[in-house]
């Protein structure tokens, strides 16, 4: 099978999804990306952005069963993993399990949840089961969770502690669309849906990971990667010593791993088998933004986390791997 064969499945997913959304090509591939490399996505954007029309949509074309959560304040844990229930008739207790039970999961503004419903959403994404009693219930595979941050209300919400977003392989910022994107959104809004085919199915699925996993990685794409990360750590190295107040803690290790991953499967969804400079680049930003913590010094001057990793990525030398070693013999 060739590297264009490959991709083609993804390429007909993002064309379904495409049918129903208008713009936000950067979170569509983001979402593709995360699939393939098993990882989770955390979106932040206003309201009104299309966030859970997007997954709704993949699932869809991925035949993958869908659910939405939405967490507010009082919300337990038991309300997302399930819990056991007792039957009179019977005399025994069953269980009845929560809605985390399906391929693609919405967490929407997980923020507005307390701590303890967190960490019973990060602990399934991380060991893919949910214990209830004694007993462990696997959830289904493919597993995708999408937790949405709204930034615009900080009234009655619990940020996620900086040990519980590091589970997120990418965070991505969405904003408004465009004029034009706008006039075509209010159009098909008005008008009738297009029908979304559905082009995969879980098993086929499962087998793009598999592939995904195949594409080559030079050792200096790692290099590349731990450099990177290195550089949130101790940005002196980089000559940028001026950055180095506000930064309170660097990315960890799971940055590394999570830059590769995610480089890996943007190399495989662009029709590659071997991944380059550029794709682990193009990742960059979406893996490292919610895994620095910034001081009070960058809350007060203004400095994001965005506008402090634009500075290291252009400190840090992207290596030059030639192309046709690596290339496919079909």
Not at 208 to 226: C, G, K, T
Not at 271 to 291: M, S, T
Request: glycine fraction near 4%; charge should be negative.
């Amino acid at each position: 099978m060739t590297n264009s064969e490959n991709s083609q499945p993804m390429e007909r997913v993002l064309y379904e999804v495409k049918k129903v959304i208008v713009g936000q090509d950067h979170l569509l591939e983001r979402l593709v990306v995360a699939l393939l490399a098993r990882g989770h996505i955390l979106v932040e954007g206003v309201p009104g952005l299309a966030k859970t029309m997007a997954i709704k949509t993949l699932a869809r074309a991925i035949s993958g069963e869908f659910q939405r959560i939405q967490f507010t304040p009082d919300l337990m844990p038991a309300d997302l993993i399930g819990t056991r229930i007792y039957n009179q008739k019977t005399g025994e207790f069953g269980t009845s399990l929560g809605p985390v039970f399906a391929n693609l999961l919405l967490a929407d503004e997980i923020n507005r949840a307390p701590a303890k419903v967190q960490s019973a959403l990060l602990e399934v994404m991380q060991e893919h089961q949910v214990t209830i009693g004694r007993q462990s219930y696997p959830v289904p595979s493919p597993f995708l969770v999408m937790a949405t941050q709204n930034p615009i209300e900080s009234e009655g919400t619990y940020p996620l502690p900086e040990a519980q977003v590091d589970r997120f392989m990418l965070k991505v910022l969405i904003g408004y669309p465009s004029a034009t994107e706008e006039f075509v959104i209010v159009e098909r809004m008005i008008g009738a849906l297009q029908d979304v085919q559905a082009v995969l199915d879980a098993n086929e699925l499962a087998a793009l990971q598999v592939r995904a996993d195949s594409v080559y990685v030079d050792p200096a794409l790692i290099e590349y990667s731990v450099n990177l990360v290195t550089a949130t750590r101790q940005p002196e190295k980089c000559n940028l010593k001026e950055l180095d107040p506000y930064i309170l803690y660097g990315a960890s290790p799971r940055a590394s791993i999570n830059m590769i991953l995610a480089g890996r499967a943007l190399a495989f969804v662009r029709g590659r088998e071997y991944a380059l400079p550029q794709d682990v680049r193009d990742v960059a930003l979406d893996v490292l933004r919610h895994r620095i913590v910034l001081s009070y010094e960058a809350l007060s001057d203004d400095v994001t986390s965005d506008h402090i990793l634009e500075r290291l990525m252009e400190a840090v030398r992207m290596p030059e791997v030639p192309l046709r070693e690596h290339e496919s013999p079909h």
